[in-house]
């Protein structure tokens, strides 16, 4: 299991969520969305691709029946952000290289 699906258990556990309030499965569709996000950060895919990825998180999320199972809405919620964080940092280093060759011209 990936370092952050065992924190986010772990901090879901800590929080004092007993077993009656805590749904502890995660769906096939959740974690194959997480899994293509890490993938696609690790090999650095275009920014586009992650962008069809954050869409579809999004559109998941959205879903009535799969809001209630706490763990896939954490780990939804974690892929996101693990999105925004990466095309943020990667658009500022675009930026940087950017002005770093303006300066050299």
């Known amino acids: 299991m990936d370092n952050d699906i065992c924190?986010?258990?772990g901090i879901t556990l800590i929080a004092g969520m007993n077993?009656?309030?805590?749904?502890?499965?995660i769906s096939q569709l959740s974690l194959s969305l997480y899994l293509m996000a890490y993938c696609q950060?690790?090999?650095?895919?275009?920014l586009t691709s992650l962008a069809q990825t954050l869409d579809y998180v999004q559109?998941?999320?959205r879903i009535p029946r799969y809001q209630q199972l706490t763990l896939d809405h954490l780990?939804?919620?974690l892929t996101e952000r693990k999105?925004?964080?990466?095309?943020?940092?990667?658009c500022y280093c675009e930026d940087v290289r950017?002005?770093?060759i303006d300066f050299r011209v």
């Open 7 to 9: 924190s986010l258990v």
């Open 19 to 25: 077993q009656s309030d805590c749904h502890v499965q």
């Open 41 to 46: 950060i690790k090999l650095h895919h275009p």
């Open 59 to 61: 559109v998941r999320r």
């Open 75 to 77: 780990l939804l919620k």
């Open 83 to 90: 999105i925004l964080r990466y095309i943020s940092v990667d």
């Open 98 to 100: 950017a002005s770093v």
